[in-house]
């Protein structure tokens, strides 16, 4: 089976500019969270989807966004990005979230803004 | 919310010595506790997990424990080797709401010498 892709995997933008990051679940899962991950921070929770449907969101600014497809890939965007945006940016994919599922990871995509 | 420490922050063993890495968390609703490694340029990866039902769980070379009364769980590596040198996550998770809730350790970078 597939795990968990991302891409792109490296990006540089220019502050002010917005990117889109893709994540495609292992075939079968339905929950897709978002997280940041920095030196100073560690990994920090963005959001998850489940069924098309955000459930739970973490503290971070509305300029983080995301969106999950039928097919439950999902998309996270950022708008106005900022020098501290820079980061790598993972998902992760269980089969329905929760404590009753697993977590599988991508590679995650590293986000450099200049 | 939940907090999770996780000690020590960095960590050096001799190549066939074992390791234990600490975790405590705060919230008693939790209920599952994953740990994940994470290669340089690459995603966490799930190792091993406990659910709150359980005080120990081994597989093969890596055993994780659980202690709900005292609220810490531990990784212990026995036979370690040089492949097993990464960063380490903990983490609790618990139902809230119908979604889970997952907060990370802040990681243990383990160096195993040669």
């Known amino acids: 089976k597939a795990g968990v892709t991302q891409t792109p995997r490296y990006l540089i933008k220019t502050r002010g500019q917005q990117v889109t990051l893709s994540c495609s679940p292992i075939s079968g899962h339905r929950s897709v969270s978002w997280y940041q991950q920095t030196p100073g921070q560690g990994l920090q929770f963005l959001f998850e989807?489940?069924?098309?449907?955000?459930?739970n969101k973490g503290n971070f600014p509305g300029r983080f966004s995301g969106r999950q497809f039928s097919n439950s890939r999902s998309e996270m965007n950022v708008s106005t990005l900022e020098l501290g945006d820079s980061a790598l940016y993972l998902c992760?994919?269980?089969?329905?979230?929760?404590?009753?599922?697993?977590?599988?990871f991508g590679p995650g995509t590293r986000l450099t803004v200049t | 919310g939940e907090n999770v420490e996780q000690h020590p922050s960095t960590l050096s063993v001799q190549e066939g010595d074992s390791a234990v890495i600490k975790c405590t968390y705060s919230d008693s609703a939790s209920n599952y506790f994953p740990w994940y490694k994470q290669e340089l340029g690459k995603g966490p990866q799930l190792i091993i997990d406990i659910r709150s039902n359980v005080g120990e769980k081994k597989d093969q070379r890596i055993a994780v424990t659980l202690n709900k009364t005292a609220k810490h769980f531990s990784l212990h590596i026995t036979e370690t080797q040089p492949e097993d040198s990464a960063v380490y996550f903990c983490?609790?998770?618990?139902?809230?709401?119908?979604?889970?809730?997952?907060?990370f350790g802040t990681g243990t970078k383990l160096q195993v010498i040669p």
């Open positions: 989807y489940f069924s098309e449907t955000q459930r």
């Open positions: 992760a994919s269980s089969w329905e979230g929760g404590s009753n599922g697993e977590q599988y």
């Open positions: 983490a609790a998770s618990k139902n809230s709401g119908g979604y889970q809730k997952v907060t």
